[in-house]
């Protein structure tokens, strides 16, 4: 059983002659524990796919289900609910909050969710140090690299054990070494600690990382790969997928 | 809770200048309120202790309830009554005593006591320290304190001189008590008759002492009861409070002050709103992000009423705790004066539980409501926000939007509503006026903003700082209009306010030179307090009338009567000659026979406070209690005369107060000279008569009027200090959307130095840009004030409280543009050098 599935998944902005098919009828299923890279080209629509799945918007139609629920029809208590339970976010940018410190900003889902401070914290502690930032832990956001702080923002999507983990672009300003640091963590989150990951990036390399890769092209899902140490090594697969798509 | 108060606590802490800026706005109302409603109880305070102490001595006081004099023969009454062991009935007087009476000291005022010497001493203990009491035979006698002898340097048998209706009285000193130890007037002690004669009142009495025959508390009680039931409902338990006329004016001051409390307040609020606003936008990222990792809308609510909450806990903490420093130090400062005029101690800061819990709701209270909506729109933003860049969004509103047509409509209902001239339309307008021009606002911004760039323009070098400014102000023109509006509404109380006062300042002249407008006044100590003016019997009147070349004299008499809690002051005139000497300002009531129908039956003119709170108009009727029982009286108009403006006051004809007050000593006159007089002839001839009577001024009208003119002026000059007080929320409002303005733009301004502005065109920008607010603001001011001012006249001309002229306030304007501009300016100086100062990679660094 998936633990993500969606239905005829569309999204359409505006309206009338300006509108945009960002989706179109888009069927995906994710398995718990499961890796999957999204990949395509800018606007193709990959950031709105990962927002509809982790109920930060709704869909024009089709429909998201996790865990056979479908988000469509919960209200907004128990949307941000389940977001607060199930799901945990890394975002490109500006993930965290400039008044609070690496552990705080870590323990806020839990928090959030009305946990005692003490626990929360001592949580987020243990998060921050599975990512390698014991030595900052009380750093604020602003004396922390680009890095680190997309690390205190994986901890912070962790800390509150969800089964989904959504992350657009976590690497995208970061160089190489520390790109494939926190992509060899979304693996572990995955392999080790059991939870789905969907990934949006644009680097093969990165996308090697996964267990699958969805690509999308103008809305649509045009191909899909499993990853495995049989065909070889993935980037190089992926780039030939991604150039056979262009055409 | 626990997160929320966490997130809250940071963020303010985060920005500590702005924070401190916006708190400032609520310590600045909160400090206005608490600080000056110490001051009325503080007074109030003192004004009980000295009616307390005045009836403390002595087991059971009673009086009128109109407060005047009454005939003895309740007294038998009273004495049947079992358990009354003794009682004696008095009649005191609190007497003014002019400047410089007395050459060997100075007393502002006396306290007249007559007593009937046999039945006072079973009532109370007079031990004499020398001499001896007083005695039934004994006519010019009088007892007096140790402390009185020792001011006036006085020994037994020495004469003490006081004014009386008579003229000057010298009464020989024949004992001397016990200095006394209660604050208060020094008391004078004679017989009842001596006193009587001495101030008009042949057979009156208005307080009379009662000794009980027991100590036992549930007796005494029981036998005051008694009493009560006896004596009925004219007449009371307790003393009479001699100054209830100034407590009253002290009332009006406080209301005043508090008027401008709520205003500060309200600005208070305003910046509150205008700064969450600011923070809500600014935070939209931060905000988006909590909601998409799960805060419930509720959460973010929370947020933003925790930080409000938080300001408002401090600001109001603060405020109180100033503002208690500011009643401690005027009650200090003000001690020796309410010694010296009122005969009073002033205690220590009296504070009320009531005003303590009032201000923290309203402080508090004040900062949360202000918080409501844009914590509410915070709820709004989605999650999708948190994951857009942050670009200072361009606002782009179709040029006619719903709320500029709102706008408009009521901004043309209300100049309908001006052109009815139907007050509760014209006040309504004056409403929509300013809710419409704040609606108006946004779309004015960028015409108005062109207008003054292109001005600004020529002044500001071409660098690009006027345009810049120019750009940052229309982008965002939502924003620059509630800037806008703050200064706007800070400037239209001041434009307002000034036209207001120089429309009363025109009324008032008319005014004084209406009532004013005689050849001579006969003026007593306290003008306006008439209670405690010892007047003259009728002879003084005759006297002056029969000087050659004097063609009228008119005299006003004082009565004081209390319906429910307000003090009413009855001045009696004489139909006839008032209005030949006088005048008064109509408001309702036919001015060419009211004073006809003054002398026909019980009828009176009130004025406008009279009218407003009492609740009385033209026609109504009114019972009054007077010491011959309740009487019925007719308003026969409204009308007011310059000296009784602040205080209900009533024109009875001088006949209805005779038969019902018995008063007809004359406490103020006025004379009119025929057209060929001997001015210098008469002028002597007046002199030495009024010399008779110490306790008169003889006063040329033109010279009164001229010095009542410098005291409306200088009154209302420190009312225009308080309004520059008021104007200071204004400064803080500019201030502060313009610091949260660069706080904002912090990493725009970090990438306009990255690519080459210098520090000053950096500064220059910011400046601009506060010179362009402000003097958006200072437009919108200005049109809100004028239109206010004018609409505030009519509403107070109509109310007949004060008599008005509209003047257009050009001083006002000069002052408002002036200070807009100078705001503007003084603004600008923190939030630009903080701009220019602002280290490159920080600002660009920063979220
Ligand atoms: N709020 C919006 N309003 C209108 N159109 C939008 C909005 N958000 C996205 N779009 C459009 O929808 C399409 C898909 O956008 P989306 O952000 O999902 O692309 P993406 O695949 O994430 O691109 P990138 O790789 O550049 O991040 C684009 O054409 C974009 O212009
Ligand atoms: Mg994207």
């Known amino acids: 059983m998936s633990l993500v599935q969606t239905e005829n998944l569309a999204k359409i902005y505006g309206s009338g002659e300006t509108a945009v098919t960002a989706l179109d009828r888009v069927n995906v299923k994710i398995d718990a524990g499961e890796f999957v890279a999204v990949m395509g080209p800018s606007g193709c629509g990959k950031s709105t796919l990962l927002h509809l799945i982790g109920g930060l918007d709704r869909p024009t139609s089709g429909k998201v289900c996790i865990e056979n629920v479908s988000l469509g029809d919960l209200s907004d208590d128990k949307l941000t609910e389940l977001r607060r339970r199930k799901i945990g976010f890394v975002f490109q940018f500006f993930n965290l909050i400039p008044v609070l410190d690496a552990v705080e900003n870590a323990a806020l889902p839990m928090m959030l969710d009305g946990a005692k ?10 998060w921050l140090t599975r990512v390698g930032l014991e030595n900052r832990l009380h750093s604020r956001p602003d004396q922390l690299s680009g890095g680190q ?13 969800p089964a989904l983990v959504l992350a657009d672009e976590p690497t995208g300003n970061l160089d190489t070494r520390a790109a494939d640091e926190i992509a060899g963590l979304l693996r572990q989150v995955a392999e080790a600690w059991g939870r789905s990951v969907v990934m949006v990036t644009h680097d093969p390399r990165i996308a090697a990382y996964a267990d699958r890769i969805v690509f999308l092209k103008d809305g649509t899902v045009v191909d899909e790969t499993r990853l495995n140490s049989q065909n070889g090594n993935g980037a190089q697969v992926i780039r030939g997928k991604m150039n056979a798509l262009a055409e | ?19 401190f800026l916006t708190t400032l706005a609520i310590i600045f109302g909160v400090f206005v309120i608490f600080g000056m409603n110490i001051l009325l109880p503080t007074m109030t305070h003192a004004f009980e202790t000295s009616v307390l102490n005045a009836s403390g001595q002595v087991d059971v006081l009673v009086t009128n309830k109109s407060g005047e004099a009454f005939a003895p023969s309740i007294m038998h009454r009273i004495e049947s009554i079992p358990g009354v062991q003794a009682l004696s009935g008095n009649l005191e007087r609190t007497i003014n005593i002019p400047a410089n009476y007395y050459r060997s000291g100075s007393v502002g005022a006396l306290s007249l006591i007559g007593i009937v010497p046999r039945d006072a001493q079973q009532v109370r203990d007079y031990t004499m320290q020398k001499g001896r009491f007083l005695q039934n035979t004994d006519t010019r006698a009088a007892i007096i304190t140790s402390s009185l002898a020792d001011t006036l340097k006085l020994e037994l048998g020495d004469e003490l001189s006081i004014p009386t209706v008579n003229g000057a009285v010298k009464l020989k000193i024949v004992g001397i008590r016990a200095a006394q130890t209660l604050p208060g007037n020094e008391p004078v002690w004679l017989t009842l008759n001596e006193a009587q004669k001495l101030l008009n009142a042949p057979n009156r009495i208005n307080t009379i002492e009662i000794k009980l025959d027991t100590t036992d508390a549930a007796q005494r009680t029981a036998i005051s009861n008694a009493i009560a039931a006896t004596i009925g409902d004219e007449y009371q338990l307790g003393g009479l409070a001699s100054g209830s006329e100034f407590m009253a004016s002290l009332q009006t ?31 939209r990222h931060d905000i988006g992000m909590l909601r998409a990792i799960g805060a ?24 109180m705790a100033l503002g208690y420093g500011l009643g401690v130090l005027i009650v200090e400062g003000t001690r020796g004066i309410y010694q010296q005029f009122l005969h009073m101690q002033l205690g220590a800061p009296v504070i009320e539980p009531g005003l303590v819990l009032l201000t923290i709701v309203l402080g508090v209270g004040v900062t949360l409501l202000s918080g409501l909506v844009p914590a509410w729109n915070a709820s709004r933003v989605t999650p999708m926000e948190a994951l857009r860049p942050n670009v200072v969004t361009v606002e782009t509103r179709r040029r006619l939007n719903k709320w500029t047509i709102v706008g408009i409509v009521l901004m043309v209902a209300a100049l309908v509503g001006l052109l009815s001239q139907n007050i509760s339309l014209v006040a309504l307008g004056g409403f929509a006026f300013l809710v419409g021009l704040a609606l108006l606002a946004p779309a004015l911004v960028k015409p108005i903003a062109q207008v003054f760039g292109a001005m600004l323009g020529f002044i500001f070098a071409r660098d690009g700082a006027a345009e810049l400014a120019q750009g940052n102000l229309t982008r965002q023109p939502s924003r620059a209009a509630i800037t806008a509006s703050a200064t706007m509404i800070g400037l239209a109380i001041l434009v307002a306010a000034v036209g207001l006062i120089s429309s009363i300042t025109g009324g008032i002249n008319t005014l004084l030179e209406k009532t004013l407008g005689s050849d001579y006044l006969l003026v007593p100590p306290s003008i306006g307090v008439w209670g405690s003016d010892v007047g003259a019997d009728e002879t003084l009147a005759e006297r002056l009338r029969s000087v050659y070349g004097v063609s009228a004299v008119s005299t006003m008499r004082f009565a004081t009567t209390t319906v429910g809690d307000q003090t009413i002051n009855l001045l009696g005139i004489d139909p006839v000659e008032f209005p030949k ?4 300002n109509f408001s309702e009531g036919d001015p060419n026979t009211a004073f006809e129908q003054l ?4 009828g009176l003119i009130l004025n406008g406070v009279g009218a407003t709170t009492l609740k009385l108009h033209a ?11 309740e009487q019925t009286y007719r308003v026969i108009a409204v009308a007011s005369d310059v000296l009784n403006t602040k205080i209900t006051s009533a024109y009875i004809s001088q006949e209805n107060l005779k038969r019902d007050f018995h008063k007809t000593e004359d406490v103020f006159m006025q004379l009119n000279l025929a057209p060929n007089a001997n001015r210098a002839e008469v002028d002597a001839r007046l002199q030495e008569i009024v010399a008779r009577y110490p306790q008169f001024k003889l006063v040329s009208g033109a010279a009164y009027l001229n010095e009542m003119r410098s005291l409306y002026t200088t009154s209302f000059s420190a009312f225009y200090i308080l309004l520059g007080i008021l104007a200071l929320p204004s400064l803080i409002a500019i201030l502060n959307t313009l610091a949260i303005g660069v706080i904002e733009r912090t990493r725009e301004i970090g990438m306009l130095r990255a690519i080459g502005a210098t520090r000053k065109q950096v500064r220059r920008t910011i400046l601009a840009e506060a010179i362009l607010l402000a003097a958006m603001g200072t437009a919108f001011g200005l049109l809100a004030g004028l239109y206010l001012g004018y609409v505030m006249t009519l509403g107070l001309n109509a109310s007949g409280l004060y008599p008005l002229q509209y003047s257009f306030p050009y001083a006002g304007v000069v002052a408002a543009v002036a200070l807009g501009l100078l705001f503007g300016v003084l603004a600008a100086i923190l939030p630009a050098r903080q701009a220019a100062r602002m280290d490159i990679i920080q600002a660009l660094r920063y979220e």
Do not use: C
């Open chain 2, 619 to 629: 026609g109504d009727a009114i019972k009054i209690p007077s010491p011959e029982g």
């Open chain 1, 117 to 126: 401070a003490a626990q929360a914290k001592a949580r987020a502690r243990e």
């Open chain 2, 599 to 602: 002398a026909k039956g019980r």
């Open chain 1, 149 to 161: 702080q997309q690390r205190v923002a994986i901890a912070r999507a962790l800390v509150a054990e």
């Open chain 2, 253 to 283: 001051a406080q209301q005043i002050f508090n008027l401008m409390g709520f205003l500060a307040l309200f600005m208070g609020g305003f910046i509150i709103f205008n700064t969450f606003r600011t923070i809500v936008a600014e935070r």
């Open chain 2, 1 to 19: 809770m626990k997160i929320q108060l966490t997130l809250a606590a940071r963020y303010l802490w985060g920005r500590k200048l702005r924070t």
């Open chain 2, 296 to 319: 419930g809308r509720r959460t973010i609510i929370g947020l933003f009423l925790f930080e409000g909450l938080l300001q408002g806990v401090v600001g109001t903490a603060i405020g």
């Open chain 2, 581 to 584: 000497v006088s005048g008064l």
